[in-house]
Each structure stands twice: as structure tokens, then as C-alpha cells.
């Protein structure tokens, strides 16, 4: 989510416009990855089972936060073709600003999975406020 994040900052400092071409590929692929994480928890962590799936999500909210971010991306993912985007206009772009949502409850999932050592969630965490900050548009001097 960082690199999909990161491709209009690097676009604007960089003048790398090719970079806008990958950015679906690059959300599509964290979606990707988020499925592939969702199905490990619910296959080898609670080997199916739908009441203690239920009861996990329930009781920790770390995997409340997790599911609700994934919850949260599926009609990202859905309303990336160009067809979806054409046909929902300027409320395309509204929507995928949930994506800033997505990477915050991301980054908490992560930070309060972590048991001991919480630099790496920290890092990522610090890395989407940059980029976050990096969005708001830069203030006329003087």
C-alpha cells in the first residue's frame, strides 16, 4: 500500500508520470496480499471454523481493525476497472480516498498485532503520515 501511496508524491517531485500507469496493478496486488493474509488467518490460524472466527473477531480488536480495513478494501478493488471509474464519476474519487482509512487501520492492525518489538509497524506508521502530509496541497508563502 506504501508504493501505491507513494506514486503522486514521486510523480510530483520525480516528473515520472509512467509510474500512474502501475498504481492499479500495485493496489490490486495489495488487495492481493490482504486476501492471501485474511485466508491464512482463517484456514491455518482457525482452521475454518465460522463461530470461533466470529468469537476472534469479536474479541480482539486488533482483528476488528484488521477485518474492518479488509472490509474496507473490497469496493476498492471492485471499482478498479476503467469501466467502474467512467461510470462513477468525481464519486470514484471519493470513495478511494477510503484508501487513507484502509492504510491507518492497516498500520493500528499491525501495530497491536505486534507483541514485542513495534518498530517496524512504528516505521510503517511514519511512513503513511508523510505521505499523508505529502498530499495536502503546499500553502502560498508570504
Same mark, same amino acid.
Given at each position: 500500500m506504501i508504493l501505491t501511496l507513494a506514486i503522486t508524491p514521486l510523480r510530483r517531485f520525480t516528473g515520472w508520470n509512467w509510474l500512474a500507469r502501475h498504481r492499479r496493478t500495485i493496489g490490486l496486488v495489495t488487495f492481493g496480499y490482504a486476501c492471501l493474509h485474511l485466508s491464512m488467518y482463517i484456514g491455518l490460524d482457525m482452521f475454518f471454523d465460522v463461530s470461533d472466527i466470529v468469537e476472534d473477531v469479536a474479541e480482539h480488536l486488533y482483528i476488528t481493525v484488521g477485518m474492518t480495513a479488509f472490509l474496507l478494501m473490497i469496493p476498492l478493488a471492485v471499482t478498479s476497472t476503467k469501466g467502474a471509474?467512467?461510470?462513477?464519476?468525481?464519486?470514484? =474519487? @471519493?470513495?478511494? #480516498?477510503?484508501?487513507?482509512?484502509? +492504510?491507518?487501520?492497516?498500520?493500528?492492525? &499491525?501495530?497491536?498485532?505486534? =507483541? @514485542?518489538?513495534? #518498530?517496524?509497524?512504528?516505521?510503517? +506508521?511514519?511512513?503513511?503520515?508523510?505521505? &499523508?502530509l505529502l498530499r495536502f496541497p503546499r500553502q502560498a508563502k508570504g
Open positions: 471509474i467512467r461510470r462513477m464519476g468525481r464519486r470514484w =474519487k @471519493k470513495l478511494h #480516498r477510503l484508501v487513507w482509512v484502509v +492504510a491507518a487501520l492497516g498500520t493500528i492492525h &499491525f501495530l497491536w498485532a505486534v =507483541k @514485542k518489538d513495534i #518498530r517496524e509497524p512504528l516505521i510503517y +506508521a511514519g511512513i503513511f503520515a508523510v505521505l &499523508f
